[in-house]
């Protein structure tokens, strides 16, 4: 990946390494180029306790942490480089990375906004347009099935307020029916009475039959002397 290099101590003279500083970065070097970024990142770090404003070492340790897939790590330390950074070609390499690790991390947003700063302090970069137009394409395609998503949402929320509305108004009438059943019918209770007082009244009404049909017969029957 274009600028993801380790900026190579070069040695001129033994009096370069004299510094434990140095010393950690030409370590965390080899380690790195021996793909033992764990390692290297260890070596960085104590580069950076021998000097915390080693830009060097700062540079290179976040090269390591993205070669972990550390990305936040990453972009946490290339956006600090470009705080105090005045030179145009290195605050694009610093931006270009800054938007890779936010990319690889699925930041979109963030990663568009650092290539821009990458190409507005180097509008030759090629590469930071390239990626550009990628993040912007992506981000297009993620709006585009999240909108989707939404309407979907929507019409499923929709259409199932539609079902209940049709199902309530295909129970109304079995409601209305119920209903008008309920108030045109008596109760079991008041059915049972209603039937006791019918048969008490054709009681009675056989009792008074039968009496009227006894005193017919006691009237005696006139003689024919």
């Known amino acids: 990946m274009k600028y993801l290099i380790i900026i190579l101590t070069l040695v001129a003279a033994e009096e370069v390494f004299s510094q434990p500083e140095q010393k950690y970065i030409r370590q965390g070097n080899g380690k790195y180029n021996e793909q033992q970024y764990n390692e290297a990142e260890v070596l960085y770090r104590k580069a950076l306790e021998e000097n915390i404003q080693s830009r060097k070492a700062e540079y290179n340790l976040s090269n390591t942490l993205y070669k972990q897939e550390k990305y936040d ?6 956006l600090g480089l470009t705080q105090e950074e005045k030179d145009h070609h290195e605050l694009s390499r610093y931006y270009y990375n800054l938007g890779n690790s936010m990319f ?92 006791q007082a019918l048969e008490n ?25």
């Open 73 to 78: 790590a990453a972009a946490a330390k290339y």
């Open 104 to 195: 690889k991390a699925n930041k979109l947003k963030e990663s568009i906004e650092a290539y821009k700063n990458a190409l507005r302090n180097n509008p030759e970069d090629d590469d930071a347009r390239h990626n550009l137009q990628l993040a912007l394409r992506m981000k297009s395609q993620q709006e585009k099935q999240d909108n989707k998503e939404g309407q979907d949402n929507q019409d499923n929320q929709e259409n199932k307020d539609q079902q209940d509305k049709q199902d309530n108004q295909n129970n109304q009438p079995d409601q209305e029916q119920q209903q008008n059943q309920q108030q045109g019918q008596i109760s079991r209770e008041d059915a049972e009475r209603l039937l």
């Open 201 to 225: 009244d054709e009681k009675k009404v056989l009792q008074k039959v039968k009496e009227n049909q006894a005193q017919v017969k006691k009237i005696p029957v006139e003689k024919d002397w």
